[in-house]
Protein backbone atom coordinates (compact mmCIF):
# COMPACT_ATOMS: atom_id res chain seq x y z
CA UNK A 1 0.00 0.00 0.00
CA UNK A 2 3.07 2.57 1.10
CA UNK A 3 4.12 1.72 -2.76
CA UNK A 4 1.05 2.56 -4.54
CA UNK A 5 0.56 6.19 -2.73
CA UNK A 6 4.08 7.24 -3.00
CA UNK A 7 3.32 9.37 -5.56
CA UNK A 8 -0.30 10.05 -4.46
CA UNK A 9 -1.03 13.76 -4.59
CA UNK A 10 -2.54 14.13 -1.20
CA UNK A 11 -0.36 11.88 0.22
CA UNK A 12 2.59 13.67 -0.80
CA UNK A 13 0.93 16.37 -0.25
CA UNK A 14 0.70 16.09 3.73
CA UNK A 15 4.29 14.57 3.93
CA UNK A 16 6.16 16.07 1.39
CA UNK A 17 9.34 14.42 3.26
CA UNK A 18 10.13 10.85 2.07
CA UNK A 19 11.03 9.81 5.77
CA UNK A 20 8.27 11.55 7.30
CA UNK A 21 5.91 9.40 4.41
CA UNK A 22 7.56 6.24 5.18
CA UNK A 23 7.27 6.63 9.18
CA UNK A 24 3.48 8.06 9.34
CA UNK A 25 2.00 6.19 6.26
CA UNK A 26 2.80 2.49 7.23
CA UNK A 27 1.21 2.99 10.84
CA UNK A 28 -1.90 4.77 9.07
CA UNK A 29 -2.74 2.15 6.69
CA UNK A 30 -3.03 -0.22 9.63
CA UNK A 31 -4.90 2.52 11.79
CA UNK A 32 -7.07 3.92 8.64
CA UNK A 33 -8.19 0.58 7.34
CA UNK A 34 -6.53 -2.19 9.43
CA UNK A 35 -10.10 -3.51 10.61
CA UNK A 36 -10.86 -4.97 7.01
CA UNK A 37 -8.39 -7.72 8.19
CA UNK A 38 -10.05 -8.35 10.91
CA UNK A 39 -13.38 -8.41 8.82
CA UNK A 40 -12.17 -10.41 6.16
CA UNK A 41 -12.77 -7.89 3.78
CA UNK A 42 -8.99 -6.87 2.83
CA UNK A 43 -8.41 -8.24 -0.78
CA UNK A 44 -4.73 -8.48 -2.11
CA UNK A 45 -3.81 -9.00 -5.62
CA UNK A 46 -0.56 -10.09 -7.35
CA UNK A 47 1.51 -11.48 -4.84
CA UNK A 48 0.19 -8.18 -2.94
CA UNK A 49 1.08 -5.73 -6.08
CA UNK A 50 -2.35 -4.19 -5.06
CA UNK A 51 -4.53 -4.85 -2.18
CA UNK A 52 -7.57 -3.02 -1.22
CA UNK A 53 -9.46 -2.40 2.34
CA UNK A 54 -12.93 -2.09 2.52
CA UNK A 55 -14.76 -1.82 5.80
CA UNK A 56 -18.31 -3.53 5.95
CA UNK A 57 -21.12 -1.38 7.16
CA UNK A 58 -21.48 0.15 10.66
CA UNK A 59 -17.40 -0.15 10.51
CA UNK A 60 -15.21 2.96 10.83
CA UNK A 61 -11.69 3.98 10.95
CA UNK A 62 -9.66 4.06 14.03
CA UNK A 63 -9.96 7.70 14.36
CA UNK A 64 -8.47 8.85 17.68
CA UNK A 65 -5.48 6.99 16.99
CA UNK A 66 -5.52 8.30 13.86
CA UNK A 67 -4.94 11.92 15.42
CA UNK A 68 -2.79 10.55 18.06
CA UNK A 69 -0.55 9.55 15.11
CA UNK A 70 -0.18 12.55 13.32
CA UNK A 71 -0.53 15.01 16.44
CA UNK A 72 3.00 12.36 17.50
CA UNK A 73 4.73 12.92 13.89
CA UNK A 74 3.38 16.80 12.70
CA UNK A 75 3.53 20.08 14.31
CA UNK A 76 2.79 23.52 12.70
CA UNK A 77 0.00 24.87 10.43
CA UNK A 78 0.31 21.06 8.44
CA UNK A 79 -0.94 19.16 11.35
CA UNK A 80 -4.30 21.42 11.66
CA UNK A 81 -4.61 21.61 7.58
CA UNK A 82 -4.16 17.26 7.45
CA UNK A 83 -6.68 17.21 10.50
CA UNK A 84 -9.29 18.87 9.22
CA UNK A 85 -9.12 16.98 5.96
CA UNK A 86 -9.65 13.76 8.14
CA UNK A 87 -12.37 16.40 9.35
CA UNK A 88 -14.27 16.84 6.10
CA UNK A 89 -13.78 13.30 4.89
CA UNK A 90 -15.61 12.22 7.80
CA UNK A 91 -18.51 14.82 7.52
CA UNK A 92 -19.35 12.78 3.57
CA UNK A 93 -20.17 10.05 4.87
CA UNK A 94 -23.65 8.37 3.92
CA UNK A 95 -25.59 7.94 7.40
CA UNK A 96 -27.32 5.10 5.81
CA UNK A 97 -25.31 1.99 5.95
CA UNK A 98 -22.65 1.35 3.04
CA UNK A 99 -18.97 -0.39 2.35
CA UNK A 100 -16.20 2.16 2.68
CA UNK A 101 -13.04 1.89 0.82
CA UNK A 102 -10.62 3.82 3.32
CA UNK A 103 -7.41 2.72 1.48
CA UNK A 104 -7.00 0.91 -2.49
CA UNK A 105 -3.95 0.95 -4.66
CA UNK A 106 -1.66 -0.56 -6.64
CA UNK A 107 2.62 -0.99 -7.07
CA UNK A 108 3.24 1.99 -9.68
CA UNK A 109 5.04 -0.85 -10.98
CA UNK A 110 2.23 -2.85 -12.06
CA UNK A 111 0.21 -0.28 -13.45
CA UNK A 112 -1.80 -1.13 -16.35
CA UNK A 113 -2.56 -4.74 -15.67
CA UNK A 114 -5.88 -4.57 -14.70
CA UNK A 115 -5.54 -5.25 -10.58
CA UNK A 116 -7.36 -1.79 -9.94
CA UNK A 117 -9.85 -3.06 -11.13
CA UNK A 118 -10.35 -6.05 -10.35
CA UNK A 119 -10.22 -5.41 -6.98
CA UNK A 120 -12.46 -3.04 -7.13
CA UNK A 121 -14.71 -5.71 -8.92
CA UNK A 122 -14.60 -7.96 -6.46
CA UNK A 123 -15.65 -5.32 -3.47
CA UNK A 124 -18.20 -4.07 -5.49
CA UNK A 125 -20.09 -7.93 -6.14
CA UNK A 126 -20.09 -7.79 -2.11
CA UNK A 127 -21.92 -4.44 -2.12
CA UNK A 128 -24.19 -5.50 -5.27
CA UNK A 129 -24.92 -8.62 -3.97
CA UNK A 130 -26.23 -7.26 -0.37
CA UNK A 131 -27.46 -4.01 -1.97
CA UNK A 132 -25.13 -1.67 0.12
CA UNK A 133 -24.18 1.40 -0.73
CA UNK A 134 -20.10 2.12 -1.45
CA UNK A 135 -18.37 5.33 -0.33
CA UNK A 136 -14.30 6.51 -0.89
CA UNK A 137 -12.60 9.34 -1.45
CA UNK A 138 -10.53 9.72 -4.35
CA UNK A 139 -7.01 11.31 -3.67
CA UNK A 140 -6.49 12.77 -7.73
CA UNK A 141 -8.68 13.55 -11.04
CA UNK A 142 -7.22 10.23 -12.25
CA UNK A 143 -8.05 8.03 -9.47
CA UNK A 144 -11.78 9.80 -9.47
CA UNK A 145 -12.28 9.03 -13.53
CA UNK A 146 -11.30 5.43 -12.57
CA UNK A 147 -14.12 4.95 -10.21
CA UNK A 148 -16.60 6.80 -12.31
CA UNK A 149 -16.26 4.13 -14.27
CA UNK A 150 -17.40 1.37 -11.86
CA UNK A 151 -20.81 3.77 -11.22
CA UNK A 152 -19.31 6.38 -8.29
CA UNK A 153 -20.71 9.86 -8.49
CA UNK A 154 -18.65 12.68 -6.77
CA UNK A 155 -20.08 14.77 -3.80
CA UNK A 156 -18.53 17.39 -3.23
CA UNK A 157 -14.89 18.17 -3.43
CA UNK A 158 -12.17 18.66 -0.03
CA UNK A 159 -9.48 20.41 0.62
CA UNK A 160 -7.48 22.10 3.13
CA UNK A 161 -4.84 24.53 2.94
CA UNK A 162 -3.21 24.35 -0.32
CA UNK A 163 -3.37 20.76 -0.32
CA UNK A 164 -4.87 18.95 -3.84
CA UNK A 165 -9.04 18.35 -4.00
CA UNK A 166 -10.37 15.05 -2.52
CA UNK A 167 -13.29 13.36 -4.00
CA UNK A 168 -15.94 12.10 -1.96
CA UNK A 169 -17.74 9.11 -4.29
CA UNK A 170 -20.56 7.24 -3.38
CA UNK A 171 -21.93 4.45 -5.80
CA UNK A 172 -25.32 3.12 -5.31
CA UNK A 173 -25.74 -0.93 -5.54
CA UNK A 174 -26.24 -2.37 -8.99
CA UNK A 175 -29.16 -4.77 -9.48
CA UNK A 176 -27.04 -8.40 -9.75
CA UNK A 177 -28.15 -9.38 -13.07
CA UNK A 178 -28.63 -5.95 -14.83
CA UNK A 179 -25.50 -4.67 -13.55
CA UNK A 180 -27.07 -1.00 -13.81
CA UNK A 181 -27.93 1.39 -10.71
CA UNK A 182 -30.67 0.62 -9.15
CA UNK A 183 -33.66 3.41 -8.96
CA UNK A 184 -35.09 3.54 -5.61
CA UNK A 185 -37.52 6.36 -4.23
Known amino acids: MTMAFTADPVARWAWPDPLQFIKIFIPLVSLFGGKSFDNGSAYVIGDFAGVAQWLPPTVLPD ?25 Q ?82 RVPRSPTSRKPLVTG
Open 63 to 87: DGPIGELFEQNMSGPKLGEVLFLFE
Open 89 to 170: MAGFHPLEPHWYIPLIGVDPMFHGQGYGTQLMRHGLAACDRDQQLAYLEATSPTNRQFYERFGFQVLGEIRSGDSPPMFPML
